[in-house]
T-cell receptor, first 116, second 113 residues
Framework: DTAVSQTPKYLVTQMGNDKSIKCEQN?????MYWYKQDSKKFLKIMFS???????INETVPNRFSPKSPDKAHLNLHINSLELGDSAVYFC???????????????FGPGTRLTVL | KQEVTQIPAALSVPEGENLVLNCSFT??????LQWFRQDPGKGLTSLLL?????REQTSGRLNASLDKSSGRSTLYIAASQPGDSATYLC????????????FGQGTELSVKP
């Protein structure tokens, strides 16, 4: 019954490795997002996809590559992990109407990434 | 550039007290404003969403108001309970920016029994 789910919940890895985080929503939404929450708990948008099309790409290193195989899934692949990538990554989804997000965004439980 | 500020950063109150959390934003051209709750180690739970054309929204003991012209929103919690202890986040959605939310730093609320 989980609306927005993410896997894994925890991810501990060495610097330089490549890792992926998966996100799935069963709400029938057409827009999905990735947010990063840093050590000071500040949340910032990274990417947004609408109907599998990238619509938001904030100033994020190109080591981060989102992929949306379909409207219900948005994965995040990170190459050459660095210490500064340690954070909690949240996936979210919403319904978009008239080209603008008008509805509540629903968040997943987060993936805590620790880079050693 | 839109900036969202929440005051206070932390608040501790005795159970039963009514309280107000504040959120301010620098650019009044918002599409909507959302209040979220985050429990330690958990994701965000949406509490209330106010469209830019609305003045307030209510859900149970929660009431959120929006004054777009002054760039302010408040979240009023009536008869606070220990279960209300969490971090409360305010976020605004901007026109023509794909629905991205810009968050405040949050207010960490502790309700003492």
């Amino acid at each position: 019954d989980t609306a927005v789910s993410q896997t894994p919940k925890y991810l501990v890895t060495q610097m330089g490795n490549d890792k992926s985080i998966k996100c799935e929503q069963n709400l029938g939404h057409d827009t999905m997002y990735w947010y990063k929450q840093d050590s000071k708990k500040f949340l910032k948008i990274m990417f947004s996809y609408n109907n599998k099309e990238l619509i938001i790409n904030e100033t994020v290193p190109n080591r981060f590559s989102p992929k949306s195989p379909d409207k219900a899934h948005l994965n995040l692949h990170i190459n050459s992990l660095e210490l500064g990538d340690s954070a909690v990554y949240f996936c979210a989804s919403s319904r978009r109407s008239g080209g603008v997000s008008t509805d509540t965004q629903y968040f997943g439980p987060g993936t805590r990434l620790t880079v050693l | 550039k839109q900036e969202v500020t929440q005051i206070p950063a932390a608040l501790s109150v005795p159970e039963g007290e009514n309280l107000v959390l504040n959120c301010s934003f620098t650019d009044s051209a918002i599409y909507n404003l959302q209040w979220f709750r985050q429990d330690p180690g958990k994701g965000l739970t949406s509490l209330l969403l106010i469209q830019s054309s609305q003045r307030e929204q209510t859900s149970g003991r929660l009431n959120a108001s929006l004054d777009k012209s002054s760039g302010r929103s408040t979240l009023y919690i009536a008869a606070s309970q220990p279960g209300d202890s969490a971090t409360y986040l305010c976020a605004v959605s901007i026109y023509n920016q794909g629905g991205k939310l810009i968050f405040g730093q949050g207010t960490e609320l502790s309700v003492k029994p």
